[in-house]
């Protein structure tokens, strides 16, 4: 991969995450199709990897900001956590059960 195209993949990706914390969502089923497109032989695996990547990234600096701000209700956040995680790995797991 050439120092190009990592950084237009890094500035898209950073585009990408301001757009989705600005619209709360997390900004995977934009990179997700991005990568599709532009790795067609690339696996499963890697494209999520890439996608819970940039949602982790773009989320987690968000979180940080809101929750300086005092607009969190971190025992709310705790409980949605307790779900949401077990969940992903869940999912995560799947992702081998079907076809592309």
């Known amino acids: 991969m050439s120092p190009l195209e ?23 089923f934009l990179v997700a199709p991005l990568l599709l497109v532009r790795y067609p032989d690339a696996e499963p695996e890697l494209i999520a990897t890439a996608s819970l990547a940039t949602v982790i990234l773009s989320s987690g600096l968000s979180s940080v900001v809101v929750t300086r701000e005092g607009r969190v209700d971190l025992r709310v956040g705790f409980a949605i956590s307790a779900v949401a995680v077990p969940a992903a790995l869940l999912a995560a797991a799947g992702t ?5």
Not at 6 to 28: D, F, M
Not at 96 to 100: D, E, K, Q, T
């Open 96 to 100: 081998s059960l079907l076809p592309r």
């Open 6 to 28: 990592v950084s237009v993949l890094l500035t898209i990706g950073v585009l990408i995450g301001a757009y989705s914390v600005a619209i709360g969502a997390g900004g995977a």
